[in-house]
Every structure is written in C-alpha cells, then in structure tokens.
C-alpha cells in the first residue's frame, strides 16, 4: 500500500467488488466465497548467483478461484510483487475469464525480482525452480493451473516452464497445456504475442462504435482522427499503439519508464521502439517533444488515454487533471477507485481493465484447446475451404462472363490459417463482451461507470456458476 493509497491493490479490488455485488441479488454467502482466494501459496528458494552468492527468492502463486478448472492467470517479474499484489491479480483474473466467456478460475503469480538485474542464465535457473516448486505442491498443470506471461515475462519464460513441466511429468501427454504464451515451435498459438494489445483495440472500437456512448462524450463515431496516448511500450502498449495506428487513429504520446513524448502529428510506435533500443531511450524521439516527466503523458489533452505499463497510475491525485475523454485500461488496476469517482463526475468513460485487456487470456484459451486438441488450427479446414471458393468462384466468373482481379482472387480464395481464426475468435469475443457489459449498464440506472457493470457481469456468471455447483458437502 502506497503512503497516497488509502487501500491495497487487493482490497481496492475487493471495494470495486462490493460496488456491484449490492446490485445483485445473490446470496451474501455466495458473493463473500467469489471474493475469497481460495489458495495462496508463498514460496522461498535458493539461486546460486553467476558470481557465488546465494540468494534467497520470494515468489507467488494464487489461486483465486475454482469454480471452473484449470485455473488461469501470468506470471509477473517484478521488484513491486508482493502477497497483496498477486492475490488481486488473481481475483482480477476471475472475474475477466467470466465476463469473457472462457471456462477457466483465476490465477496469477509472482517472483519479486527485477529481471534487468540478472543473467539470462540466472532467469532461467529462476524460473525453472519456480516451476518446479509448482509442481511438488500441484500448484501447476494442465487440468490444475496454467500460467502464462505478465509484466516481465515473455515466450522466453514460457518455454523455460513447458520444458520443465515435462520433464518432471514424463508421458503426460497434454503437458503442452501446462502453461500458455509458448513460442510458436513449443506449442503455442500465432496469434498470442499480439493478443492483448490487439482485444485492447477491438473492445475500445467497438465503444467507439456505439453511437449513443460517442454522443454522451462528444465524439464522433469510428477510431479514424481519434487522438490516443499510451503509456509503456512493452508487448500491451506497443500492440496497442499499432492496431490504433493502423485503423487510421493518431498515437501523439507515448510514455516509457524514463519520459514521455509527443507529436500533435502522430508517433510510429514500431520507429519509437527502435529509437528506444538504438538510444535506451524514447526521449530526442526525431520530430517529437520531451515531457518533463513520464507521468505528464497521462494528462495530456487527447481522446483516449491508454495505460498498459503498472497499477495505480491514475489516482485521486492525477485523475482531476486527465484530460482524455474515453481511458482504456490496458494494464491491470492502472485506475484506483478514487479516479473512478472523478471520472464518474467528469463524464470520462474508463474502459475497464478486466475485459478489456481480456485479449491475453482469450487467446491463452485457444492455445490451450490447441495443445489438448495436438492439431494447428486452420490445418483440417484452409485446403477444402480454398477449393469450395475457387469452384464458387470459377461458377460466378462462368455466369456472369467477368473475371476478378488477382488480388481479389486471392482474398476470395483464401481459407483460414491459424492467426486469422485466432484473431476472429479475440474479435467476436471483445464484441460479445463489450455489448454484454454495455447492456447491463443501460439496463440498470443504478449502475455508475461501466467498471460496476462489468463486474456485475462477472458476479452474475460466477454467482450462477457456483449456486448450480452447489456448495459441497
Ligand atoms: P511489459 O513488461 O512487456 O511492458 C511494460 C512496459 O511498461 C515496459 O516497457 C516498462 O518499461 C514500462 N513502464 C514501467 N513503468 C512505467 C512508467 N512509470 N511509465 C511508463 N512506462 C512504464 O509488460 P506487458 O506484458 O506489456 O504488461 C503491461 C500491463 O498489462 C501489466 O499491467 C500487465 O499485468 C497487463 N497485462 C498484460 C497481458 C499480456 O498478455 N502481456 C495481459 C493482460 C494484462
């Protein structure tokens, strides 16, 4: 808890919570089990050092929620981790998972460290420990519990546990499914790297397509001239920045860990990044200004303010000088409930974390049905569906006595491959879930910001999860 912060991250989780279960009817009883982590596992353990030293680790792995299995949630690497951090991670992962429709419970977990001040080697030894620590205590598995990356982690990591999952669990033949966000050749999905940045994208497009919602904020319809900021420019912003930039969308601020920088003209995120690792910076960004301080890109005038770097970003105390009219929640918790509020009385429309940055674990999903299934997506369908549409193709070219174009050939013809189903699966899912929260609020005058009807969303799903369970014994 920060010395500004009045509650924890867990328990500003828990406030936003009781916000929306007061708008339910379920049993209170129900309700308190959902909030509740149902398993929270603190480890230590030794890591010889590149140098001899040994050093103890603090790590992290929750469970909060069972109602569905596996459950589901990354892995984090960070110097901030701590017990409270995680478990609202965790919570938070439930609650996504149901307001997305993806049959898993929430997880998450966490090793304090900060990953820039060890050897690749170190890493490994790190991670391959944790994941044998998961493993002693069933903490891991396919059925059981199924990380995937977070802040600080990547493919890298994931390959590092599926490797070590195996090896310990000779014979399993779904081992594969142990943990999601796999490089391609290890099992994981096209598609994934992407995803979160990319739900991102299509959640805020359709809100943006909701003619009602743009009138309410003075903004016309469609992402086109919109002017957008981002903060944090690792795998979620800098995905995000491109899908915004590419539907005709303006990126004029970016921040990083060491300043912030803006074009009024807009900023290439792929040109800033390689700026970034040329220099080790995104300041003297060619053509760009320099803000004094990375913080000041939150507050710059713009129509949708997109945080995915940490948590708590915008509180009571920045939140009254944000200026954006429409914040997109990209990283998780980076709003506290006190900038809800004002944002509740300023008529900003914060766009919440737990759906829309629901892209990951969506895509996590198809990765794991994939490594249950052993069969790429798009292998048993793309040939038939490419010669069904040339015969379709030759019989109107035959009728009508016209002959397309080859580039309208070629996406005529074109059948399936893995990412464009995995991309159409994250697309249906953020519309899905965009209109299923956007109905619940119109329906319920009682409902202040779409954060309380997206977690009514959520409540309504697990609740009724749980009450068709029935509670054992
Ligand atoms: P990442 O490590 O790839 O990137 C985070 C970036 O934020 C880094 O480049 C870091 O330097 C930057 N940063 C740190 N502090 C900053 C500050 N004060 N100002 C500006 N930039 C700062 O992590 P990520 O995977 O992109 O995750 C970012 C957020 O999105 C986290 O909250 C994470 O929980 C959430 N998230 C990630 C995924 C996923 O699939 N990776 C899914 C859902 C949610």
């Not at 009254?320 to 900003?348: L, M, S, W, Y």
């Amino acid at each position: 808890m920060s010395s500004q912060q009045p509650y924890s991250f867990f328990q500003s989780v828990e406030k936003s919570f009781d916000k929306a279960a007061k708008l339910t009817k379920f049993d209170p009883g129900i309700l308190e089990q959902i909030k509740a982590c149902n398993s929270v596992y603190q480890m230590r353990f030794p890591v010889k050092r590149d140098n001899g030293t040994i050093e103890v680790i603090e790590a992290y792995r929750v469970q909060h929620s069972q109602h569905k299995s596996p459950c589901k949630g990354g892995i984090r690497f960070s110097e901030e981790v701590n017990q409270d951090e995680v478990m609202a991670l965790a919570s938070l992962m439930t609650y996504k998972c149901a307001i997305v429709n993806v049959p898993f419970g929430g997880g998450k977990g966490g090793i304090k460290i900060n990953p820039r001040n060890y050897s690749v080697y170190e890493l490994e030894k790190i991670t391959r420990r944790y994941t044998s620590e998961l493993v002693k205590k069933n903490f891991i598995g396919p059925g059981i519990d199924v990380p995937a990356p977070d802040y600080g982690t990547g493919e890298r990591e994931m390959a590092w546990i599926v490797d070590t999952y195996a090896s310990l669990k000779p014979g399993e033949i779904d081992a594969a499914g142990c943990v999601t966000g796999k490089p391609v050749t290890q099992g994981g999905v096209r598609g994934r790297k992407e995803a979160t940045g990319l739900g991102v994208f299509f959640g805020i497009r359709e809100v943006c397509n909701m003619q009602d919602v743009m009138a309410k904020l003075g903004l016309s319809t469609g992402i086109e001239g919109k002017r957008v900021v981002v903060q944090g420019l690792g795998n979620v912003g800098y995905h995000s920045a491109k899908f915004f930039r590419e539907a005709g969308a303006k990126v004029i601020g970016l921040a990083e860990y060491e300043g912030a920088i803006m074009n009024p003209d807009g900023l290439n995120e792929e040109e800033v990044f390689q700026h970034r690792k040329k220099t080790g910076s995104i300041l003297n960004f060619p053509g760009a200004t320099n803000l004094a301080k990375n913080s000041d890109a939150l507050e710059m005038e713009c129509d949708i303010l997109i945080p995915a770097a940490l948590e708590n970003v915008i509180n009571g105390e920045n939140a009254p000088r944000v200026k954006a009219k429409i914040i997109g929640e990209a990283a998780n918790g980076p709003c506290t409930p006190e900038a809800d509020e004002v944002f509740i009385q300023k008529g900003i429309l914060c766009v919440p974390d737990m759906y829309l940055n629901a892209g990951g674990v969506t895509v996590s999903y198809f990765e794991w049905l994939k490594n249950l299934s052993h069969v790429r997506y798009g292998r048993m369908e793309k040939r038939f569906t490419e010669n069904q549409n040339s015969i379709i193709l030759g019989q109107i070219e035959g009728l009508t006595g016209k002959k397309v174009t080859e580039k309208e050939r070629g996406l005529i013809m074109h059948g399936p491959d893995e990412v464009d189903l995995v991309h159409s699966g994250l697309e249906e899912t953020m519309i899905t879930a965009t209109r299923e929260i956007m109905e619940i609020w119109k329906n319920n005058p009682d409902i202040p910001d779409m954060r309380t009807a997206a977690y009514v969303s959520a409540i309504n799903k697990v609740a009724t999860s749980y009450s068709e369970l029935g509670i054992f014994p």
